[in-house]
């Protein structure tokens, strides 16, 4: 089974930070720019709900979680 994958945009990102605070594990704020950085493109199960929940929350969709599906290889 494949693991939901996570995928950030940071053209669309305006550093909001709402990532970083949803979900520290997984993502953080560029200390240059402030932008969105990934930190783990597949979370453990641990992070996942709340990877949805940021991705839910981002005020620019810059955050997409994509997953297969049961039976995906």
Do not use: K, N, Y
């Amino acid at each position: 089974m494949t693991p939901p994958r996570v995928h950030v945009d940071r053209d669309r990102c305006i550093g909001a930070g709402m990532c970083a605070m949803t979900a520290p594990a997984v993502f953080d704020q560029d200390p240059g720019d402030g932008l969105v950085l990934l930190l783990d493109a597949e979370p453990p199960p641990a992070h996942r709900a709340a990877v949805r929940m940021t991705a839910g929350v981002c005020p620019s969709g810059a955050i997409t979680l994509h997953d297969p599906g049961p039976g995906a290889p």
